[in-house]
């Protein structure tokens, strides 16, 4: 079965680097996400991508972050200026559809993300 | 707005036990309604969805859900649990205008021998 893939699985950073964190959806999947999940808390949707372009986005998802689409497989997710709170396990996921088309979201294993 | 509020954030039962994970949502439209799992250091994997078709869901693994719109209450069920059924499981609520998913706390499920 097709697979959403994400690298690296974990990745260090220093607070106030930028970190880009990759994602290859599924193949004939038209619609992009990210989701957070700070350790304890709850799966925090970040944006959704479609045609080339950002449908909806979360308050959590600043001028820091940024998502693109470079190449027609990958699908990344920048963080500009990283700060200790966006240590996180960041999830890609992929639907061909909007969910509520009777089309579920596919997500990655996920990067962890954490921050020092 | 949409939300979701998973009662239990620890559940505990034994090998063969029911298990039953409970879900109530808040939704100004028609929900669309999922529950997720995920296993140690994997991602989320889709247990099941209901999308206004059947109000009673089967899914993988055994699992199944009921939609109850008067309760606004999606419970997770299981009639027998599995060593392997260990886990955490989300709930999860969508509109069918947006692709977003609002999450649940999750609940962890421990099966003891």
């Known amino acids: 079965e097709p697979e959403v893939t994400q690298t690296p699985s974990h990745q260090v950073t220093q607070m106030g680097q930028e970190v880009i964190l990759r994602c290859v959806p599924i193949s004939n999947h038209l619609y992009f996400y990210w989701y957070r999940q700070i350790l304890g808390q709850k799966v925090e949707f970040l944006v959704s991508?479609?045609?080339?372009?950002?449908?909806?986005k979360s308050e959590i998802f600043d001028d820091q972050f940024s998502v693109e689409r470079p190449d027609g497989s990958n699908f990344t997710l920048k963080i500009r200026s990283t700060k200790l709170e966006d240590s996180a396990m960041y999830f890609c996921?992929?639907?061909?559809?909007?969910?509520?088309?009777?089309?579920?979201?596919?997500f990655g294993n996920g990067t962890r993300l954490t921050v020092t | 707005a949409q939300s979701v509020t998973q009662l239990g954030s620890h559940v505990s039962v034994s090998e063969g036990a029911l298990v039953l994970l409970r879900c109530n949502y808040s939704s100004s439209v028609p929900p669309y309604l999922f529950w997720y799992v995920q296993y140690p250091n994997q991602g989320l994997q889709l247990l099941l969805k209901?999308?206004?078709?059947?109000?009673l869901v089967k899914g993988i693994n055994g699992f199944e859900a009921e939609f109850k719109k008067s309760e606004t209450s999606f419970h997770l069920t299981k009639p027998s649990a599995h060593m392997s059924d260990a886990a955490e499981y989300f709930c999860a609520v969508s509109s069918s205008n947006t692709g977003k998913l609002i999450f649940g706390q999750g609940t962890t499920l421990q099966v003891k021998p």
């Open positions: 991508f479609y045609n080339n372009e950002i449908s909806e």
């Open positions: 996921a992929s639907s061909v559809f909007p969910p509520g088309n009777n089309s579920p979201l596919h």
């Open positions: 209901y999308t206004s078709a059947a109000t």
